[in-house]
Every structure is written in structure tokens, then in C-alpha cells.
């Protein structure tokens, strides 16, 4: 369906939608009183195929009629002093005499309740994604949570028509909110995307290939190293490791190898700017698994057996991670055990390189570069700014508490209607809603 086709520029009643769009914001200054011309049926018909446009256009009909209910939430507010003074029993002292004379303090405003004929929609995860600002549609949200984009109560929620209890709380990924918030690219910031995201795919290729040689040339080490041994009759001295004369010391050395192996293990595995994929994790569980179990029987084989047992771990251990991986692992324990006075004196001398306004500067431009950062590789434009005509749609109802910093919100309670006031969004009269109100109620 095409975008003017749905918004339905064309009809002489217009169809008012649940999004953002410029052509929307341009049926609402078309939307007019319904016409009251035709059948009662026909009017009640109208209504709801226009209110229906609106409120959950993504629902089915027969869905919609299960959550329909003749039930209108409603709060009376007291006033406080009268409260005070009373305890209720005059209510009841002659009843139509003119005693009751708590008319003149109470408000002349009426309760709409017409206006929360659609409340029960507004408790579907999709419609409060919407009303708290984290999507442009109704139907954007519903495409966020059903990709995994959204969570409620700290739990992944795949499914749009969820319905909210009082207390729960959903979050929304940010940079899913930033994207549907923000401007979209020219073709320009397009076309520059394009070249950085092609840049990277080169340099992660050529990360690749090299990483596929190191490790072809480490398993080609090893099949020349054993094609020595066997053509020499005999295994070749380890130079990592020097051949001891007394067997307890020698085993103490194989435990130190072996605890040294379970580090290295352990240090790739809790990696996070590298972490690895879940089929190497498996492979490095296994490895640590027989690393342990080498170990449990360290005093009871022979110490030539446990040597070929660390041997071949070790190549097991090379034929997934480049053998410069350690000497980094090694490289970064070495540099956290330096004195803290040597720290500090590194700190303390370059530091003094720069001057007091330069630091400011410099502060200055992180914070601008962490606040609102140009990164062309984004699908949105950047630095980032709200999309137009936003502002027409920007408000947030009242029994949600969102918090922007986050993207997650909180449904307080269910809607109500107060006297002169109801806390579902609408753009539609009560006597529309009414008409609408009435055809689903004689469906009941």
C-alpha cells in the first residue's frame, strides 16, 4: 500500500493515522464534525471506520471486538475539606430537599466518557511504544518489538500485542529510537556511508586473510616439527620448557604450565572488546574441560604422558587464536604490575605538555563528540536532530513516566477520565466517539 494511498489524501472525509507523517499532519487541519446526514446505522458506521483509522488500524477487527468493553474508567476527585467536615451520612438527609448543598464548590465540568472508548488499546506494548515518543507510528513500533528491539521487565518481548500492567516497565534499544526519532539522510550523508561501510568490510577482509595465514603457518610449524621428531627417532628437547632430573619438580612445572593454559583460556573467554563467537566459546569450554581433567590426574600418569597431553592442548589452543594473542595477554598482566609510583610519574608528565585552557578545550570537544557524535555509518543523520513535524505529535499522556536518557518508560496505571479531562489521546469529538461507542455495543 503507498504512502498517500494510506494516508488517504484524496477522500473527502479523511483517514487520520497514527504516525508522524506530513501528510497525516495534513488530514488532521482537514478533519472535520462528523456528518450527521444518513440512517442512525450509517452514522455509527462512519464513526467507526473513521475512529478505527486511528486507534489500532494494525488490529484486527474480531481482535478489537474481544478487547471492546462497555466498562469506562472513571475518577470522581473529593474535595479535601469537605471531606473533613463530613462523614457521608448527609448524603442521605433528604434526599431531593435542597439539604445537600455541595453543588456550588464542585466543578461544572463534564467527565467524557465517550473519549476512552479505545482505552483498552492504549495497554498494547506497540500503541505505549508510540505514545512515549521511541517510535514515529504505531506500526514502527510494532516492527521494533517483533525484531528484538524491545524489552519489558528486563525480558525480550517479541510480541506487539502484549498488554501492560500497572508497574511494568519496557525499554526500547536507543539507537532504534534514535533512527526513527531523527532526521534521514541526504544523499550525500548516503553516499558517504556507503564508502566508510565499504571500508571496513576491506579491513575486516584483510584482518581475516591474515589471521587465516598466521594460523596456516602455525599448523605448518607443527606438521614440520613432527616430521622432525619421526625422522630423527626421537622427540626434540622443548625449549619452553627445560627438562628437569628430579619428577617433582618436573610435575610442579606441568601444573604451572597447566594453570598458566586455564588463564589464557579464561582471558580470552572474558574479553569483551573481542569476544568471541559462540562456536569458538564451545571449543574453549571443551578445551578448559580437559585442561582440568589433565590436571586431576597430573600425580598419577607419567610425566612424558602429561607433556604430550600439554602439547597438544597447546596447538589446540594455536589453532584458534594466532600465537600473538598471548604475548598481548601477557604484555597487558605485564603493565598492570608496574609501581604505582612509576603510574603516576607517567601521569604526572604528560600532563604538564598541556596548559590549563588546552584541557578545557579538550574537554569540551569529548563531551560534544560523546553527546552528539558525526558518524556517517549511522542510518540516520548526524549529528542527530528530531525529523519535521515532530513537534505537532510531541506529547506524552499521563499514565506513562518515560525517561528520554534510557529510552524506557513506565506504565503507572490505566487510563481514567476525569471531569472535563480523558487521558486517552484522541483527536476525534465525543459525539464521534459516541456514535463508535454504540456500534460495538450492540455487537455485546
Not at 517510535?135 to 513500533?141: L, T, Y
Not at 563531551?367 to 505529535?393: G, I, Q
Request: one cysteine or more; charged letters at 30%; aromatic letters at 8%.
Amino acid at each position: 500500500m503507498s504512502r498517500k494511498r494510506f494516508h488517504g489524501l484524496k477522500r473527502i472525509v479523511p483517514r487520520f493515522r497514527m504516525t508522524w507523517n506530513k501528510y497525516n499532519l495534513y488530514n488532521l487541519s482537514r478533519l472535520m464534525s462528523p456528518n450527521n446526514g444518513g440512517t442512525y446505522f450509517q452514522q455509527k458506521w462512519k464513526a467507526k471506520a473513521a475512529t478505527r483509522a486511528y486507534h489500532g488500524e494494525q488490529i484486527r477487527e474480531k481482535q478489537w471486538q474481544r478487547m471492546f468493553t462497555s466498562r469506562l474508567n472513571a475518577v470522581v476527585p473529593m474535595d479535601h475539606r469537605y471531606l473533613g467536615e463530613n462523614d457521608g451520612s448527609e448524603l442521605a438527609a433528604g434526599r431531593g430537599s435542597g439539604l445537600d448543598e455541595r453543588g456550588e464548590s464542585q466543578s461544572n465540568l463534564k467527565t467524557p466518557y465517550m473519549q476512552m472508548t479505545y482505552a483498552p488499546t492504549e495497554r498494547r506494548l506497540d500503541i505505549a511504544i508510540f505514545r512515549s515518543l521511541f517510535a514515529s507510528s504505531a506500526r514502527q513500533a510494532r516492527q521494533f518489538v517483533t525484531h528484538g528491539h524491545v524489552t519489558v521487565n528486563g525480558k525480550k518481548m517479541p510480541y506487539p500485542g502484549y498488554l501492560l500492567n500497572p508497574g511494568d516497565m519496557f525499554q526500547v534499544e536507543p539507537e532504534s529510537v534514535l533512527f526513527a526519532t531523527g532526521q534521514m539522510k541526504d544523499k550525500e550523508q548516503v553516499k558517504a556511508g556507503r564508502e566508510m561501510k565499504r571500508a571496513r568490510r576491506v579491513v575486516n577482509t584483510r584482518r581475516a586473510e591474515k589471521r587465516t595465514a598466521k594460523r596456516e603457518k602455525a599448523l605448518q610449524a607443527i606438521a614440520n616439527k613432527k616430521v622432525a621428531e619421526e625422522l630423527a627417532g626421537e622427540p626434540t628437547p622443548k625449549a619452553s620448557r627445560p627438562i628437569m632430573a628430579d619428577e617433582t619438580e618436573a610435575r610442579k612445572q606441568r601444573k604451572a604450565d597447566l594453570q598458566e593454559l586455564v588463564k589464557q583460556v579464561k582471558a580470552i573467554l572474558e574479553n569483551k572488546k573481542a569476544p568471541p563467537p559462540a562456536k569458538r566459546k564451545q571449543d574453549l569450554r571443551e578445551i578448559n574441560r580437559e585442561i582440568k581433567g589433565t590436571m586431576s590426574v597430573l600425580n598419577r600418569k607419567p610425566v612424558s604422558e602429561i607433556e604430550t597431553s600439554i602439547d597438544a592442548l597447546i596447538s589446540r589452543l594455536a589453532n584458534l587464536y594466532p600465537s600473538n594473542l598471548f604475548a598481548r595477554i601477557d604484555k597487558k598482566a605485564n603493565s598492570k604490575s608496574k609501581p604505582a609510583s612509576e603510574i603516576a610519574g607517567e601521569a604526572k608528565s604528560s600532563t604538564q605538555e598541556f596548559t590549563a585552557k588546552e584541557k578545557q578545550k579538550m574537554r569540551e570537544a569529548v563531551v560534544l563528540s560523546r553527546e552528539n557524535p558525526v558518524d556517517e555509518s549511522k542510518p540516520y543523520a548526524t549529528p542527530w536532530a528530531p525529523r519535521p513535524y515532530m513537534s505537532a505529535f510531541a506529547f506524552i499522556p499521563r499514565y506513562l513516566e518515560v525517561n528520554h536518557n534510557i529510552c524506557s518508560a513506565v506504565y503507572l496505571r490505566h487510563p481514567v477520565a476525569r471531569p472535563g479531562l480523558a487521558e486517552v489521546p484522541t483527536p476525534f469529538s465525543a459525539e464521534q466517539l459516541q456514535l463508535a461507542f454504540n456500534w460495538y455495543l450492540r455487537r455485546r
